[in-house]
């Protein structure tokens, strides 16, 4: 069974920072581009950040230059670091993997909270 494993969520103030962290095997890791999507309550799922094997990356316009996302290819671990968060952040954020890059999703996280408070 394929495990992405979420952590680092929480409560933060707007204007604040966390880091997600989404640790998963060496084979998903090495063979997959990985994603972070985000899902607000009403709302859809959307991607937030992807970065490629190669470590291309590309954002959602809502979080350019505030959000970066990064890869530990010894650690298997990939990070979402979060700056300047705003309250419309709050939301679930899923660790993902997948194939393509436009839509890492053939594989899933548990989802771990954020939510920004003004």
């Known amino acids: 069974q394929v495990q992405l494993v979420e952590s680092g969520g929480g409560l933060v103030q707007a204007g604040g920072s966390l880091r997600l962290s989404c640790a998963t095997s060496r084979s998903i890791f090495r063979n997959n581009a990985m994603g972070w999507y985000r899902q607000a309550p009403g709302a859809q799922r959307e991607l937030v950040a992807v970065i490629t094997t190669g470590g291309r990356t590309n954002y959602a316009d809502s979080v350019k230059g505030r959000f970066t996302i990064s890869r530990d290819n010894a650690k298997n671990t990939v990070y979402l670091q979060m700056n300047s968060l705003k309250p419309e952040d709050t939301a679930v954020y899923y660790c993902?993997?997948?194939?393509?890059?436009?839509?890492?999703?053939?594989?899933w996280g548990q989802g771990t909270q954020v939510t920004v408070s003004s």
């Open positions: 993902s993997a997948g194939w393509t890059s436009i839509e890492p999703n053939n594989y």
